[in-house]
């Protein structure tokens, strides 16, 4: 790499850490560290939401999709249009203008206003495991985006320089940090992937006549994938939008109802079709290079989520190089900084949060910082274990989906608020798929392990509620 292109990198990361620390000095307590002071605007709401869903991972998983089946693997995040809208309709009125949650931090006060406090706390556990997985697949996003770009640097020194920078800022500046820093960064991103990443790689490639030389048809179809394909990230990415933590910390960031939904219909339309096919056609490109021979490594040995960052650090010129490499931090950064909001709230609001509330806001807002650079160490230590982003997300994704799911929807929408059938449902659920993700048992009819586990969250919490109902009424 280029002293010019490490010269850009190194002033956009000190301009992030400079956000952070210019969030530090503004902040007053646990309402600005966790929910922003409730009133943040639609567009900086609704491109963090964006940025926070779709980021380093997605960007980096979409491109592997891309690579390996083309066009078609936009349709995962076509189930992230679909959730963030049906949140802005159906979630986003019952929680934003709901008086019992105007003081909320986090998703587990809303389990334990439903149900009870033992609810609330394995609620908050199984956010917080699922979040501690998401912020090592994004630091491992990054990591192989670095590595991949910067042949000198191997991937495990490339985790802990992403590590660093994402865990300091955030634990610097907070919520309002992650969400104005979040903004910066996919303004970044997409000025990355419009004007520099999909023109040049589609010029270096050959043109349209070389790309449609080069690949099968079924590259460019819209159908190149099975239904099991689809269902496995409908279960998994759709339901997220109803149980995610950094989904509710901005719903509660939101000025009101309708600056809320606003922000949700943002962050769809920019999921799909904007990011969704930028993403797989930068993969796409990527897999044309390894074709024509400008990717120098075999099939077997490549991880198709380096193609694309492999592609890039060939085709692209000192000065646009330190930029790209920019964008696609940004990416990875935007959704690591709000997962360590997210599993901080969590231990700071729903695990220790009794011991905590007599202390002043500025020894709170403290500890809040501590447990999140503790995070971000556990962390960074959990992706050095790991290999395959996308993997890594769709696993965090999964465990909260089935642990979460059922009982909020029972509770919030249909009203059935047992205690009981509340905590057997996740314990069953989550257990569920953790297991059958740890065993990698071949599944009936190759759907994922989540789909057994909400199947088997819903079946436990209907069975528990009738019993419980019953036992009442004698």
Same mark, same amino acid.
């Given at each position: 790499?280029?002293?010019?292109?490490?010269?850009?990198?190194?002033?956009?990361?000190?301009?992030?850490?400079?956000?952070?620390?210019?969030?530090? /000095?503004?902040?007053?307590?646990?309402? #600005?560290?966790?929910? *922003?002071? /409730?009133?943040?605007?639609?567009?900086?709401? *609704?491109?963090?939401?964006?940025?926070?869903?779709?980021?380093?991972?997605?960007?980096?998983?979409?491109?592997?999709?891309?690579?390996?089946?083309?066009?078609?693997?936009?349709?995962?995040?076509?189930?992230?249009?679909?959730?963030?809208?049906?949140?802005?309709?159906?979630?986003?009125? %019952?929680? /934003?203008?709901?008086?019992?949650?105007?003081?909320?931090?986090?998703?587990?006060?809303?389990?334990?206003?439903?149900?009870?406090? %033992?609810?609330?706390?394995?609620?908050?556990?199984?956010?917080?495991?699922?979040?501690?997985?998401?912020?090592?697949?994004?630091?491992?996003?990054?990591?192989?985006?670095?590595? *991949?770009?910067?042949?000198?640097?191997?991937?495990? @020194?490339?985790?802990?320089?992403?590590?660093?920078?994402?865990?300091?800022?955030?634990?610097?500046?907070?919520?309002?940090?992650?969400?104005?820093? #979040?903004?910066?960064? !996919?303004?970044?991103?997409?000025? *990355?992937?419009?004007?520099?990443?999909?023109?040049?790689?589609?010029?270096?490639?050959?043109? !349209?006549?070389?790309?449609?030389?080069?690949?099968? #048809?079924?590259?460019?179809?819209?159908?190149?994938?099975? !239904?099991?394909?689809?269902?496995?990230?409908?279960?998994?990415?759709?339901?997220?939008?109803?149980?995610?933590?950094?989904?509710?910390?901005?719903?509660?960031?939101?000025?009101?109802?309708?600056?809320?939904?606003?922000? !949700?219909?943002?962050?769809?339309?920019?999921?799909?079709?904007?990011?969704?096919?930028?993403?797989?056609?930068?993969?796409?490109?990527?897999?044309?290079?390894?074709?024509?021979?400008?990717?120098?490594?075999?099939?077997?040995?490549?991880?198709?989520?380096?193609?694309?960052?492999?592609?890039?650090?060939?085709?692209?010129?000192?000065?646009?190089?330190?930029?790209?490499?920019?964008?696609?931090?940004?990416?990875?950064?935007?959704?690591?900084?709000?997962?360590?909001?997210?599993?901080?709230?969590?231990?700071?609001?729903?695990?220790?949060? %009794?011991?905590?509330?007599?202390?002043?806001?500025?020894?709170? @807002?403290?500890?809040?910082?501590?447990?999140?650079?503790?995070?971000?160490?556990?962390?960074?230590?959990?992706?050095?274990? @790991?290999?395959?982003?996308?993997?890594? @997300?769709?696993?965090?994704?999964?465990?909260?989906?089935?642990?979460?799911?059922?009982?909020?929807?029972?509770?919030?929408?249909?009203?059935? /608020?047992?205690? %009981?059938?509340?905590?057997?449902?996740?314990?069953?659920?989550?257990?569920?798929?953790?297991?059958?993700?740890?065993?990698?048992?071949?599944?009936?009819?190759?759907?994922?392990?989540?789909?057994?586990?909400?199947?088997?969250?819903?079946?436990?919490?209907?069975?528990?509620?009738?019993?419980?109902?019953?036992?009442?009424?004698?």
């Amino acid at each position: 790499m280029s002293l010019i292109d490490l010269s850009i990198f190194i002033v956009y990361m000190i301009l992030m850490l400079g956000v952070g620390f210019y969030f530090m /000095r503004k902040n007053t307590g646990q309402d #600005d560290y966790y929910v *922003g002071g /409730r009133n943040i605007g639609s567009w900086h709401i *609704g491109l963090s939401v964006v940025a926070t869903d779709v980021g380093g991972g997605f960007s980096v998983g979409l491109g592997g999709l891309g690579f390996m089946m083309g066009l078609s693997g936009s349709w995962m995040l076509f189930t992230g249009l679909l959730g963030a809208w049906m949140a802005a309709v159906l979630l986003i009125p %019952k929680v /934003r203008s709901n008086p019992a949650f105007e003081n909320f931090y986090t998703l587990p006060q809303i389990f334990q206003y439903l149900f009870d406090k %033992k609810v609330g706390i394995a609620a908050a556990i199984i956010s917080f495991v699922g979040y501690m997985g998401f912020t090592s697949s994004q630091l491992l996003a990054g990591a192989k985006l670095a590595s *991949g770009t910067f042949p000198t640097l191997d991937l495990n @020194m490339a985790l802990l320089i992403m590590g660093i920078i994402a865990v300091v800022y955030t634990v610097l500046g907070g919520l309002k940090a992650v969400i104005y820093t #979040d903004t910066i960064q !996919w303004i970044v991103l997409m000025a *990355g992937f419009i004007f520099i990443g999909l023109p040049i790689s589609y010029y270096h490639v050959g043109g !349209w006549e070389a790309i449609r030389s080069t690949l099968p #048809d079924e590259y460019f179809s819209l159908t190149n994938l099975s !239904w099991q394909d689809f269902a496995n990230w409908g279960i998994t990415i759709l339901p997220i939008w109803f149980v995610g933590m950094t989904l509710y910390q901005r719903i509660f960031a939101s000025a009101d109802v309708k600056s809320a939904k606003k922000a !949700w219909f943002i962050a769809g339309l920019f999921e799909w079709p904007i990011m969704a096919f930028m993403g797989v056609s930068l993969g796409l490109l990527a897999k044309v290079a390894f074709e024509q021979g400008l990717i120098v490594e075999s099939l077997e040995t490549l991880d198709p989520e380096m193609g694309l960052p492999i592609l890039l650090s060939t085709v692209l010129p000192p000065g646009i190089m330190g930029l790209m490499m920019s964008a696609y931090f940004s990416a990875v950064l935007s959704t690591a900084d709000s997962c360590l909001m997210a599993a901080s709230g969590n231990l700071t609001t729903d695990i220790f949060g %009794k011991m905590l509330k007599t202390k002043e806001d500025k020894f709170v @807002m403290r500890i809040s910082q501590l447990f999140t650079l503790l995070i971000g160490v556990v962390a960074l230590v959990i992706a050095l274990q @790991m290999t395959n982003v996308l993997e890594l @997300m769709l696993y965090s994704y999964a465990f909260m989906v089935s642990g979460l799911f059922v009982p909020i929807i029972a509770g919030l929408f249909w009203n059935m /608020r047992s205690p %009981k059938a509340a905590l057997s449902s996740m314990i069953i659920g989550g257990g569920t798929t953790a297991v059958l993700s740890l065993l990698k048992l071949t599944l009936p009819f190759g759907l994922d392990p989540n789909f057994f586990g909400v199947f088997a969250s819903l079946a436990v919490f209907l069975l528990v509620f009738r019993i419980d109902k019953r036992i009442d009424k004698i």
